[in-house]
């Protein structure tokens, strides 16, 4: 089983910054891509960043130039840090770990940014 703890959430302001942070515990295999996932009230699920064990990184075209996602493998951890932000970044960011085409969620922490 693989666990999964978000931190870093919170209120900001729009042009603000925040930094979310995400800590997998458990079965964890070195090969695996650790991502960010967000989803806004009345919306769908979508894709944030994810970053794979080796460094490949991939972000949503609408975060592009003001997120970015770092992990370090010794401790299993990936950082979201999210920079000039606007209210259309307002959400419920999940943390998710697929490794053997099997995907794993954290709990979820709110972002708020207020105009």
């Known amino acids: 089983q693989v666990q999964l703890v978000e931190s870093g959430g919170g209120l900001v302001q729009a042009g603000g910054s925040l930094r979310l942070s995400c800590a997998a515990s458990g079965s964890i295999f070195r090969i695996n891509v650790m991502g960010w996932y967000r989803q806004a009230p009345g919306k769908q699920r979508e894709l944030v960043a994810v970053i794979a064990s080796g460094g490949t990184t991939d972000y949503a075209d609408s975060v592009k130039g003001r997120f970015t996602i770092s992990r370090d493998n010794a401790k299993n951890t990936v950082d979201l840090q999210m920079n000039s932000l606007k209210p259309e970044d307002t959400a419920v960011y999940y943390c998710?770990?697929?490794?053997?085409?099997?995907?794993?969620w954290g709990q979820g922490t709110q972002v708020t940014v207020s105009s």
């Open positions: 998710n770990l697929k490794q053997l085409a099997r995907p794993y």
